[in-house]
């Protein structure tokens, strides 16, 4: 006879349901704290006029370090999942922001500021942390590749809540970004990537997406567009998926290929910017609050305090050569002097590719979980400190047409016009 227990109300039932029951998680309750805690990071985002991811990554640090309340920000596998999607989803809208027309006119500005904006940092970082830290040589590159990188989340953004990504400023910073990225991604990819014959199948498969996934995007909305189903919307994301899938087997990071689709559809999207707004809709309300309140919340303040020096000697390391290299080049394109400080300092940011390689590096054995922490609390810093610096002090005054303020919203419209007047930015 099977063995029983009795629950509080005097019934009995197989001993083994109440051990069941206690491991259990709530996938619902879980998900309601992380998008109430989104909500709460919206509504301080509006009020204060600052971008919600860098609010959202500020309430995750907060409340993952706070006793008492931390043990309610449950860290499953469902919230990593939806992280690492809306993380996906954020890289492909960064792609697809990028204008082909505007990227060809901004090309030498766009390749110039973001090959410096890694190089300089890269070699910088490197030097600190194999001569002054002591770090062995994996960790190094680890950490050089990480401190390297311009955010492309927090960029993108910054720059869809300001409305500044219809403009020149805007196309200019997506574009270095995305030069930027592949750089990151490149480096992560030739330091630290199998050579296998999946590796082959992923380039393969990336390559021939490059020609068809435009023309079949272009297919499906020509004959099922625009429809209740959502159809191409349906479409994007079983590619970015699959693709994503692919590149995580072939070992590559899944971003790499969300970025490569991106752009290749931007041309699509300049023509019909309504499924654009779509999948924007879908990624910023459900997905990307995950990304950005999971990356906060795997600061650590313990390592946070103990590990202060090493945390600011690599800041400090990170800011010095972003700006070093990115300023100089803004004055010799002859970005306006507003636009300019808002460039360089938005260049200076870190977020994905960041704690993309910081990540790999810790689940690869390259750093260790001190390395890694340090390294993670550096990331966030640098997406933090100067992207509010820009927006506070720099942020270029737009003038949204229609379609722009209605697919932000009043409130966020509002912070857009909240900004100081100024003259237009010119092309640089």
């Known amino acids: 006879m099977a063995s029983t227990s009795k629950n509080p109300a005097g019934r009995t039932r197989p001993a083994h349901l109440p051990a069941d029951r206690k491991v259990r998680v709530n996938s619902y309750l879980i998900a309601a704290v992380w998008l109430g805690l989104a909500l709460v990071a919206s509504i301080i985002s509006i009020r204060i006029g600052i971008s919600v991811a860098l609010i959202e990554i500020l309430v995750g640090a907060v409340f993952a370090n706070t006793p008492g309340v931390k043990e309610h920000l449950t860290q499953t596998e469902i919230t990593t999942f939806l992280a690492n999607v809306g993380s996906l989803l954020l890289t492909f809208l960064a792609g697809a922001e990028i204008d082909p027309v505007s990227l060809r006119r901004h090309w030498k500005a766009s390749v110039s500021i973001g090959a410096i904006s890694f190089v300089l940092p890269f070699v910088g970082s490197f030097a600190i942390c194999r001569l002054a830290l002591h770090w062995n040589l994996h960790a190094s590159e680890i950490g050089a590749i990480a401190l390297s990188t311009t955010s ?18 805007g196309k200019l910073l997506l574009g270095a970004c995305f ?19 999946l590796l082959g199948v992923f380039v393969a498969v ?81 997905l990307t609050p995950f990304f950005f309140i999971r990356t906060g919340a795997l600061i650590s303040a313990p390592v946070l305090i103990s590990g202060a020096g090493v945390i600011g000697l690599l800041f400090v390391v990170k800011m010095a050569t972003k700006l070093a290299g990115v300023w100089p080049l ?19 940011t870190g977020l994905t590719f960041g704690t993309i390689a910081a990540l790999y590096g810790l689940t690869h054995h390259l750093v260790g979980q001190r390395q890694y922490t340090e390294l993670i609390t550096v990331i966030v810093l640098s997406a933090f400190v100067p992207t509010l610096i820009a927006q506070r002090f720099f942020q270029p005054t737009v003038n949204m047409d229609p379609d722009d303020e209605e697919a932000l919203g009043g409130e966020d419209a509002s912070i857009v016009h909240r900004a100081p007047p100024r003259e237009r930015p010119t092309s640089s």
């Open 152 to 169: 492309v989340a927090v960029i993108y953004a910054v720059l869809v809540e300001t409305g500044l990504n219809r403009h020149d400023v």
């Open 179 to 197: 030069v930027s990225g592949l750089l990151t991604l490149s480096a992560l990819g030739a330091l630290f990537t199998s050579y296998g014959w």
């Open 206 to 286: 990336t390559v021939a997406s490059v020609f068809l996934l435009p023309r079949l995007l272009r297919l499906v909305i020509d004959r099922l567009g625009h429809r209740v189903s959502e159809p191409e919307v349906k479409f994007l994301f079983a590619a970015l998926l699959g693709l994503g899938g692919l590149a995580t087997a072939a070992g590559v990071p899944a971003v790499l290929s969300a970025y490569i689709a991106g752009l290749v559809v931007a041309g699509v999207f300049v023509h019909d910017r309504v499924i654009l707004g779509r999948i924007r809709t879908i990624a910023f309300a459900l």
């Open 330 to 348: 803004t004055v010799a394109f002859g970005i306006p002097a507003r636009d300019r400080a808002y460039t360089t300092l938005l260049m200076a």
